[in-house]
């Protein structure tokens, strides 16, 4: 399978990209060149034509799930679908109401403590409020709700250690 | 000289000393962390002794310790480099008491200036400008617009036993005293058992803009200038530069005059900073002094030529200054970018995690401070501060032209980094044109920020990247590199914030 469909997420254009196996690829049906070498596991060089890229990406579990990658290119941020085949035709046959796998566990990125809690269970929050505060080297970093949703399990206290990718807070 | 010295730090700065002392033929001593034991600054000293485990509570803020370390191995002073034991008046005498020389202010100078009260009272004697109010519990509301009147509106209402913003009112108008100094009294009752409040003029959107001083144990003091550093996000410096745009002579020359007097009235030795607010009127007043060497100083080095840790080093040893205010010439401009490994689409939520790649940038007008290279880890015990990335021009547009340059150029694998929040704030039209003050990135750059369109260059290049790594999706092992960041245990430190 080398037929590949990309956009950035949130906007409709669609690309097609074809990987021939030759160095070469179909972009929108215009023929490039390219090379590439793995600087490191969030580090790529690119040369399309001859022209260079550094791209930076993010490993996300989550985001590859749906088909998603974070990019960084010259300090521009852009996140990627991208589908195969397969991807294509089970959208079709799902008729295009699969929904996003979503994220419900929000666990500690580091270890720290609770320095705050805002919420109780049941409370329902808007996207962006803060869910609770994190102390973690020295700063006080706030853990905010990404979408709109009900708190539905608490698993912390205020004055609690946490280990990295404990689980903090369940969503509904 | 002195034979040797010891360094009670790790990282960038201690790196920074060795340098230094080295060239001056001075063997340098470091203690390390079990987390340092291999880390660049402890190679590079000529000893290295263990102090302990890799908490700073339990490494390098052990005064006792480190006095033991520097009897044993010979060492005639203590450079504490910033943050740690740096501003801890205990600590330098201590050092007095044991014969070994403490690279700074004297216990005095620090604890004296160190506390906010006795500093303010020292810069009205010293006749520095403060900000005006009563540094006593008002007794009545009458007695509270008394002093409204006397200093104009807006007032800021103030806990005595304040903190992190509880107890505070800004008011604007006359009318609004009485029942906001109320509110102001109830919260403080509630929130420190203490409802005195006083009151004070209410500075608007300042700037943070200080002097470094140099002052040696024979009475002499000089000034370096100045350094502007209101590009700020949560009290932590973001961007530093030298000259400040709104600096003239005449205005250089009085701040300078006001700092050097402050420093001499209190007995201050060695080198320190002093650090005032300016409002749009670029008026000044007193803030605070740090009593040693800070995380900036780079650009001042850039701009006169001088090396503050040789200088610090000279005073430390008895030395006279070898130059007179007249002497210090400033050329140039230079900027301080902080690399640090913190998520800036995420709240600026520390970064933690190996290195495992990092590309530099160097060449013409760039000068990096750092103690992380490739292969290191950034952890929780310390700071998250990667590197200090410092330009430097014969004009501003070159220093920022080449800051932007080495950020563009700076690539790390491994954590998340600031360099792309620098480089768009370098970018803002406040920083190009030089207008902005301490409330500029979190009141108006933060709202502002949002993403340009990408290219079709960038789409182009995102599109065959996605496709690169969804076609390895297989046989890569993006699964496991994920779960392979570091699982250090957790340790609670609580030093000093020293940025």
New interface residues.
């Given amino acids: 399978m080398s037929n590949y469909q990309t956009n950035i997420t949130g906007q409709t254009e669609l690309n097609g990209v074809f990987l021939n196996g030759n160095n070469e690829f179909l972009f929108n049906d215009k023929n490039y060149t390219y090379e590439y070498k793995i600087l490191d596991k969030s580090i790529l060089l690119l040369r399309i034509n001859d022209k260079n890229y550094i791209v930076e990406y993010e490993l996300n579990e989550d985001e590859r799930e749906n088909n998603e990658f974070t990019f960084n290119i010259d300090s521009h941020k852009i996140t990627m679908v991208c589908k195969n085949e397969l991807d294509i035709l089970v959208d079709k046959i799902a008729g295009g109401k699969k929904d996003k796998k979503q994220k419900n566990d929000i666990v500690s990125p580091m270890p720290g403590v609770i320095l705050k809690l805002n919420v109780k269970e049941g409370d329902e929050v808007k996207k962006g409020d803060v869910i609770l505060v994190l102390e973690a080297m020295k700063m006080e970093n706030e853990i905010k709700a990404i979408r709109d949703c009900k708190i539905k399990k608490i698993n912390v206290e205020e004055k609690k250690s946490v280990n990295k990718n404990e689980l903090l807070v369940i969503l509904e | 000289m002195f034979k040797k010295i010891l360094i009670a730090n790790r990282g960038e700065i201690a790196v920074r000393v060795i340098n230094t002392a080295r060239e001056m033929g001075i063997k340098t001593v470091a203690v390390y962390s079990d987390f340092d034991k291999y880390s660049l600054f402890a190679r590079k000293a000529d000893e290295a002794f263990h102090i302990g485990a890799s908490p700073a509570a339990q490494s390098y803020l052990l005064a006792d310790k480190l006095i033991e370390i520097a009897k044993k191995s010979g060492a005639e002073a203590i450079h504490p480099g910033y943050g740690f034991l740096s501003e801890r008046g205990y600590f330098a005498k201590l050092c007095a008491d044991n014969g070994i020389k403490f690279i700074g202010p004297s216990e005095h100078a620090i604890d004296f200036l160190g506390s906010k009260t006795n500093a303010k009272d020292i810069a009205v004697k010293a006749n520095v400008p403060t900000v005006p109010g009563t540094h006593y519990a008002l007794k009545s509301v009458e007695e509270a617009k008394e002093v409204a009147e006397k200093i104009g509106y807006p007032v800021l209402i103030k806990a005595s036993a304040g903190g992190g913003g509880k107890g505070m009112r800004v008011v604007n108008e006359s009318k609004d005293l009485e029942s906001f100094m109320r509110m102001a009294q109830n919260e403080a009752r509630s929130s420190f058992g203490d409802d005195s409040v006083f009151i004070e003029k209410y500075v608007l959107d300042p700037r943070h803009v200080e002097f470094q001083i140099l002052a040696d144990e024979h009475g002499n003091a000089v000034h370096l200038g100045e350094r502007e550093c209101s590009m700020q996000r949560r009290h932590q410096k973001v961007i530093e530069e030298t000259p400040s745009v709104i600096m003239d002579e005449a205005l250089r020359t009085e701040m300078g005059e006001c700092a050097k007097r402050l420093v001499l009235e209190s007995g201050y030795t060695n080198a320190g900073t002093v650090e005032f607010i300016v409002d749009a009127d670029n008026k000044f007043y007193f803030l605070e002094v740090n009593t040693r060497l800070q995380v900036e100083h780079p650009i001042t080095e850039m701009r006169t030529g001088l090396d503050l840790v040789k200088e610090q080093l000279k005073i430390a040893y008895g030395e006279k200054l070898s130059f007179r205010q007249e002497d210090i010439k400033l050329h140039g401009a230079a900027i301080e970018c902080r690399i640090n490994a913190e998520d800036a689409?995420?709240?600026?939520?520390?970064s933690?995690g190996k290195i495992?790649?990092m590309?530099k940038e160097g060449g013409n007008g760039i000068r990096e401070d750092s103690g992380i290279e490739q292969g290191d880890e950034i952890s929780?015990y310390y700071?998250?501060m990667i590197s200090k990335l410092i330009s430097y021009g014969p004009d501003r547009p070159t220093a920022i032209a080449k800051m932007k340059r080495a950020l563009?150029g700076y690539?790390i694998?491994?954590v998340k980094t600031n360099?792309?929040f620098l480089?768009?704030l370098l970018e803002s039209d406040a920083f190009m044109s030089g207008q902005y003050h301490t409330q500029y990135i979190e009141k108006t750059f933060m709202k502002e920020m949002k993403?340009?369109a990408?290219?079709k260059?960038?789409?182009?290049?995102?599109?065959?990247?996605?496709?690169?790594?969804?076609?390895s999706?297989g046989n890569s092992n993006?699964?496991a590199?994920?779960k392979n960041?570091s699982?250090?245990?957790?340790a609670?430190?609580?030093?000093d914030?020293f940025r």
């Fill in positions: 689409d995420n709240n600026f939520m520390p933690i495992n790649y590309s929780v700071d998250s563009k690539k694998g491994g360099i792309s480089l768009s993403d340009t990408a290219t260059d960038m789409i182009l290049a995102a599109s065959l990247a996605s496709t690169i790594l969804k076609s999706n993006h699964k590199v994920l960041t699982e250090s245990k957790w609670i430190r609580k030093f914030n």
